[in-house]
């Protein structure tokens, strides 16, 4: 009964976020694009209220990421970053970013009707090259987080190693500076390493993910622009963002 009450309170915690809300509806959108196609030839009623939902899904996360191209902007103020180099692959990612979401809410507004609906087109174009654009930047700044991760957890391990040896041979101190003490606390760092790896990989998938949708847009190709490619991609994106944003607690 707690466990079903813990989980109950996280995913309520969950759907308070404007990602958890979005992550949700992306699911609903991708799960229609996929049944539409799994239904098209066999029903089709049935395959109309799929596509039905795809398309609701898709304008309503539209709707509901309206002014979200200033967060890109408030991450680079606020986000202090550990050197040059990841700094200037965030500008370019969270600046492409911008891009992707500013120029989203004229393809909104064209789609609904609200502009002239041939700007649709154009907007979706310039929207999805500022996203894929952005996206390529956020993979490279996290495989540097993950390479930089491996190397630290190894040199962790290695003062595991020489502490260990040091215990072994006698030689330890008492209370914060124990050998005992010491090996926890460096245990704790490799637990966030490895947690900080998860995160990261968990982002190049959605990243690589909304990059191939973005494809399809930019450079429309049979493979790209199959419903299948499309449908994975989108729940591949949504899944990851559903762990990213689960609470912990």
């Known amino acids: 009964m707690d466990r079903k009450k813990d989980t109950l309170d996280k995913l309520v915690i969950f759907l308070a976020k404007r990602d958890g809300i979005d992550k949700l509806v992306k699911t609903f959108q991708y799960v229609g694009k996929l049944g539409h196609y799994n239904l098209e030839r066999r029903n089709p009623q ?23 191209f200033l967060t890109g902007f408030n991450a680079l103020r606020t986000t202090t970053f550990p050197d040059h180099k990841l700094q200037v692959l965030s500008i370019f990612g969270y600046g492409g970013e911008m891009v992707y979401w500013f120029f989203d809410h004229f393809l909104w507004l064209s789609r609904v009707g609200v502009l002239d609906p ?25 495989l540097i987080v993950i390479r930089r991760g491996l190397l630290a957890e190894a040199r962790y391990k290695s003062q595991i190693t020489e502490l260990e040896e040091l215990q072994v041979m006698g030689v330890d101190l008492k209370g914060d500076n124990s050998v005992a003490t010491q090996v926890k606390r460096i245990r704790s760092k490799i637990a966030a390493v490895r947690l900080q790896r998860i995160m990261s990989v968990m982002s190049i998938i959605a990243n690589v993910s909304d990059l191939i949708i973005a494809l399809a847009d930019v450079d429309p190709n049979p493979f790209v622009c199959h419903p299948v490619t499309l449908g994975i991609s989108g729940l591949a994106s949504a899944c990851s963002g559903w762990y990213k944003n689960w609470p912990d607690s």
């Open 46 to 68: 049935l395959a109309d209220r799929c596509k039905k939902l795809e398309v609701a899904a898709g304008l309503s996360r539209k709707a509901f990421r309206t002014g979200r």
């Open 118 to 142: 041939e700007l649709a087109r154009r907007m979706s174009y310039i929207s999805a090259f500022g996203e894929g654009f952005g996206y390529i930047f956020f993979i490279i700044a996290d």
